[in-house]
């Protein structure tokens, strides 16, 4: 008898504690197929690099994205701030992986490192120009999801982030979505088909873009534009090459590279790296010290520079979830997430996207991408200078960065002529 009697106070609580766990969407039932079969794994045996700072962000990601055999463009700062974003509503150890990974002791420091960007890197003049917007996506349940509110004041206060109300699985909520990245990127991205599928139980989508149009500070001449052979992995290509010479400059010569940098109007420089004939581009690629090294090391040599550089523009995808897991975030796409921080639900990171575009001609350089983050629940004489061939007739690396350095995209070019990978 007091068995049963146990026996039957067990079961009403196994019904009070379902009754209870029905207040709350999305009802966590669909989490751990998706958890245990779907999510991200980390490598375990690729320990995480130590990232002390956005610089060192930039490296590891690019390091992880970019290997030297195909076209490929990548933000990091955008992937930084939605990340930095999402990190505002974690919690416990989830937050704890994120900061870690985003190089900050705290939400404190990590604003200050986000809001100084927002406030100082941004140019809008009628020829320059560089931009982010920032936006979160809530869904709207009859009012049964509570997002918490000092989340979303530091969301519109640090990020300048506006907020939308949001019916996920609606072709309406998509479109709207859409709507807000294509006019954010002036139109430069053509969103994927299957960029913008939500489910049902989503909870919540944050958003960031970046735009950048700048000039060369000295444009080439148009007239000085001709075809040439480009050296392909996959065999040899006719494209169209931008030439001239830029007398008594600095360009870098490192181990098995030059560097050489082109300066933009106003928004800062387009470096490129083009590894010595015979030297595969992979094989300067594949960790973030070589990276580094690519970037910021090299002897600098003053010459007279002839530079022959081809158009290229075309639009890159990335999808985010695997390579960030590996960075040591694997619990915030895990049924052990906490943003309690942001929602009262059991939210986690379901998909972490990237879609961008890179264009570059006689006038300038134009860029453009945005990443999301769903979640479900003078003048002097003339000197007697070496004369350098900067010749990127084979593939390349390149940069685009603000006059203090910050790295706003980078990327490689293997094939000028493919319009989108």
Same mark, same amino acid.
């Given at each position: 008898?007091?068995?049963?009697?146990?026996?039957?106070?067990?079961?009403?609580?196994?019904?009070?504690?379902?009754?209870?766990?029905?207040?709350y969407e999305p009802s966590p039932a669909p989490l751990p197929e998706l958890?245990?079969?779907?999510?991200?794994?980390?490598?375990?045996?690729?320990?995480?690099?130590?990232?002390?700072?956005?610089?060192?962000?930039?490296?590891?990601?690019?390091?992880?994205?970019?290997?030297?055999?195909?076209?490929?463009?990548?933000? *990091?700062?955008?992937?930084?701030?939605?990340?930095?974003?999402?990190?505002?509503?974690?919690?416990?150890?989830?937050?704890?992986?994120?900061?870690?990974?985003?190089?900050?002791?705290?939400?404190?420091?990590?604003?200050?490192?986000?809001?100084?960007?927002?406030?100082?890197? *941004?140019?809008?003049?009628?020829?320059?120009?560089?931009?982010?917007?920032?936006?979160?996506?809530?869904?709207?349940?009859?009012?049964?999801?509570?997002?918490?509110?000092?989340?979303?004041?530091?969301?519109?206060?640090?990020?300048?982030?506006?907020?939308?109300?949001?019916?996920?699985?609606?072709?309406?909520?998509?479109?709207?979505?859409?709507?807000?990245?294509?006019?954010?990127?002036?139109?430069?991205?053509?969103?994927?088909?299957d960029a913008l599928v939500f489910s049902p139980d989503t909870v919540a989508?944050?958003?960031?873009?970046?735009?950048?149009?700048?000039?060369?500070?000295?444009?080439?001449?148009?007239?000085?534009?001709k075809p040439g052979t480009f050296r392909a992995p996959d065999g040899e290509?006719?494209?169209?090459?931008?030439?001239?010479?830029?007398?008594?400059?600095?360009?870098?010569?490192?181990?098995?590279?030059?560097?050489?940098?082109? *300066?933009?109007?106003?928004?800062?420089?387009?470096?490129?790296?083009?590894?010595?004939?015979?030297?595969?581009?992979?094989?300067?690629?594949?960790?973030?010290?070589?990276?580094?090294?690519?970037?910021?090391?090299?002897?600098?040599?003053?010459?007279?520079?002839?530079?022959?550089? *081809?158009?290229?523009?075309?639009?890159?995808?990335?999808?985010?979830?695997?390579?960030?897991?590996?960075?040591?975030?694997?619990?915030?796409?895990?049924?052990?997430?906490?943003?309690?921080?942001?929602?009262?639900?059991?939210?986690?990171?379901?998909?972490?996207?990237?879609?961008?575009?890179?264009?570059?001609?006689?006038?300038?350089?134009?860029?453009?991408?945005?990443?999301?983050?769903?979640?479900?629940?003078?003048?002097?004489?003339?000197?007697?200078?070496?004369?350098?061939?900067?010749?990127?007739?084979?593939?390349?690396?390149?940069?685009?960065?603000?006059?203090?350095?910050?790295?706003?995209?980078?990327?490689?070019?293997?094939?000028?002529?493919?319009?989108?990978?």
């Amino acid at each position: 008898m007091i068995q049963m009697k146990r026996l039957l106070c067990i079961l009403f609580a196994l019904l009070l504690l379902c009754a209870c766990a029905k207040h709350y969407e999305p009802s966590p039932a669909p989490l751990p197929e998706l958890f245990e079969s779907e999510k991200p794994q980390a490598d375990a045996e690729s320990p995480v690099p130590e990232i002390t700072d956005y610089a060192g962000f930039s490296d590891v990601l690019a390091a992880k994205l970019i290997d030297g055999t195909q076209n490929r463009n990548l933000s *990091p700062i955008s992937v930084y701030l939605a990340l930095a974003m999402t990190a505002e509503g974690a919690k416990g150890e989830t937050q704890a992986a994120m900061l870690k990974l985003l190089g900050a002791k705290d939400l404190r420091e990590l604003r200050g490192v986000c809001g100084a960007m927002l406030e100082t890197l *941004p140019i809008d003049t009628e020829d320059s120009s560089l931009t982010f917007a920032n936006s979160i996506w809530l869904a709207e349940r009859d009012s049964k999801l509570q997002f918490n509110e000092s989340f979303l004041d530091a969301l519109a206060g640090v990020y300048r982030s506006e907020a939308h109300a949001a019916r996920f699985g609606t072709t309406e909520t998509a479109q709207q979505i859409a709507d807000w990245i294509t006019e954010h990127t002036h139109g430069k991205i053509r969103i994927s088909k299957d960029a913008l599928v939500f489910s049902p139980d989503t909870v919540a989508v944050l958003l960031n873009t970046i735009y950048l149009k700048d000039a060369w500070r000295d444009e080439f001449y148009e007239g000085a534009t001709k075809p040439g052979t480009f050296r392909a992995p996959d065999g040899e290509m006719t494209v169209d090459y931008m030439n001239r010479t830029d007398p008594g400059v600095t360009i870098v010569k490192g181990d098995g590279y030059l560097r050489y940098s082109l *300066p933009l109007l106003r928004v800062g420089r387009m470096t490129f790296v083009l590894p010595d004939e015979g030297t595969d581009l992979s094989e300067q690629l594949g960790s973030p010290d070589k990276l580094h090294a690519l970037l910021r090391e090299g002897e600098a040599v003053r010459a007279d520079v002839r530079v022959k550089l *081809p158009k290229f523009s075309f639009q890159d995808k990335l999808e985010l979830d695997q390579v960030l897991a590996s960075l040591g975030v694997g619990i915030a796409f895990s049924s052990k997430a906490d943003f309690t921080g942001m929602v009262e639900s059991n939210a986690a990171i379901t998909r972490v996207l990237q879609e961008s575009y890179i264009g570059v001609d006689e006038k300038g350089v134009e860029a453009a991408a945005y990443t999301m983050v769903a979640m479900n629940d003078g003048f002097a004489m003339p000197e007697d200078l070496p004369k350098i061939d900067f010749h990127l007739t084979r593939p390349f690396l390149y940069a685009i960065e603000s006059y203090d350095g910050t790295v706003l995209f980078i990327g490689t070019v293997t094939n000028p002529t493919a319009h989108e990978s």
